[in-house]
């Protein structure tokens, strides 16, 4: 059901195995790495979040770490500051 609606509002799930066998070549990095995910970085480039055997890296497709964390807490944490900056920076380029 909540696929159902996530699919309605034109939203998909993240597909854990394209991500690792496609999107991450858009990476310089190991292909080792595991593949968790992706934001905006700009208006060009989206960052790619991957996992090693100890910790989560934000990087970026150049290979260029951005950011890591040691915990899922302190990942979260980071990743909640930053979409809130990027929709208060939306908003104020919308006037609204």
């Not at 080792?32 to 970026?60: A, P, Q, V, W």
């Not at 980071?78 to 908003?91: F, G, L, N, P, V």
């Amino acid at each position: 059901m909540l696929f159902k609606f996530l699919s309605d509002l034109g939203l998909h799930q993240f597909d854990l195995t394209i991500a690792n066998t496609d999107w991450i070549r858009e990476y310089d990095i190991d292909q080792n790495l595991f593949h968790i995910g992706s934001r905006h970085y700009s208006y060009s480039e989206n960052i790619g979040y991957f996992m090693d055997k100890e910790t989560i890296l934000s990087i970026r497709t150049t290979g260029e770490v951005v950011n890591f964390f040691a915990t899922l807490r302190d990942f979260f944490e980071s990743e909640i500051d930053a979409a809130e900056q990027i929709m208060i920076a939306k908003r104020e380029e919308s006037g609204n």
